[in-house]
């Protein structure tokens, strides 16, 4: 009876043990290793395209490169020091704030507007979602030379129109008054960057349950209630996302501002890009203009920072 206790006894843990308990964990980890295999090519990628540019401009930001000379020589805070000291650099500051909000500040409403236009229903709304889509689609330095010619006060489309309807008596230089440059510019940018707006809102409204506006309906809501309530909440994190891409691309635009102005008349259009080619290719000190980028890390970081705790809270509360 012992023997057959003790037998019984022993095999008792092995009756509880789950079947098959280690051919799942075998196979959990192998999908874990298949996981990590499929992740690696990206990880690679962004390593190479991401991970190596950004350590070498930390690296040339803290020596002394000069393109075309001797071996680059370590000088510490030194250009973040004197970056910090010049009056050129903040002015570039002041004016890269004003690009990038007033730009990012219209797009956001017009986008909005144009993505409540397309989502209703009417003739030839394919169509016309293409065609909102053009500017976006097109060549950027393409677009960018006609918006060009359209300021130019000799054959500009502008200049002619102001005339015509007497509102001017002569023709404007858009692009050589320092007081239009800047205002100039961030209206080519309104233009190219409206539909991405557009586009990704409209895609946030369709998302949104037509069940809740026909209670808000039953209910006796107005339009602008239903907008207050339901619309907006619910493109709350698309307006988020896109706005803080926006403002990213908007901030580091480079080739709007130098195809129009190179960064003139004198220092008008002058903005942390445009800043930082001039000193790296022209003054040729890559070095120095290497720091400016990494000054603004710390910025960035914050933004998306700040828009993922945003967006977590907001899933959360979901």
């Given at each position: 009876m012992a023997n057959t206790s003790g037998s019984v006894r022993s095999a008792a843990p092995a009756i509880g043990r789950p079947v098959g308990s280690k051919r799942r964990a075998w196979w959990t980890r192998e999908e874990v290793v298949l996981g990590y295999l499929f992740l690696l090519p990206a990880v690679v990628v962004l390593l190479v395209m991401v991970g190596y540019p950004a350590v070498g401009g930390i690296w040339y930001s803290f020596h002394n490169k000069m393109i075309g000379f001797a071996e680059p020589k370590f000088v510490g805070l030194q250009h973040y020091s004197t970056l910090l000291q010049d009056p050129a650099v903040w002015k570039a500051v002041g004016r890269s704030a004003i690009f990038t909000f007033v730009s990012v500040g219209f797009k956001l409403p017009i986008g909005l507007g144009v993505a409540l236009l397309l989502n209703q229903a009417f003739f030839g709304r394919g169509l016309v979602r293409g065609i909102v889509l053009l500017p976006w689609s097109l060549p950027l330095v393409v677009s960018v030379l006609i918006w060009g010619w359209m300021y130019s006060d000799l054959f500009g489309v502008f200049s002619y129109i102001l005339m015509k309807l007497n509102l001017v008596r002569q023709p404007i230089n858009f692009l050589g008054d320092p007081d239009l440059a800047l205002p100039s510019v961030i209206a080519v940018n309104i233009w190219r960057g409206f539909p991405f707006f557009?586009?990704?809102?409209?895609?946030?409204?369709?998302?949104?349950?037509?069940?809740?506006y026909e209670a808000g309906r039953v209910d006796g809501a107005s339009r602008w209630q239903l907008f207050r309530h339901i619309t907006l909440p619910g493109l709350q994190s698309v307006i988020l996302i896109v706005s803080l891409l926006s403002t990213i691309w908007t901030m580091n635009d480079f080739t709007t501002i130098w195809v129009l102005t190179h960064g003139g008349p004198g220092t008008a259009t002058e903005v942390f890009p445009v800043i930082t080619y001039k000193i790296a290719f022209i003054g040729l000190e890559l070095g120095k203009a290497a720091a400016?980028?990494?000054?603004?890390?710390?910025?960035?970081?914050?933004?998306?920072?700040?828009?993922?705790?945003?967006?977590?809270?907001?899933?959360?509360?979901?």
């Open positions: 557009a586009i990704n809102l409209l895609a946030g409204l369709q998302a949104i349950p037509d069940d809740l400016i980028p990494i000054m603004l890390m710390p910025f960035f970081t914050l933004l998306i920072v700040w828009l993922t705790r945003t967006i977590s809270a907001q899933e959360a509360r979901v």
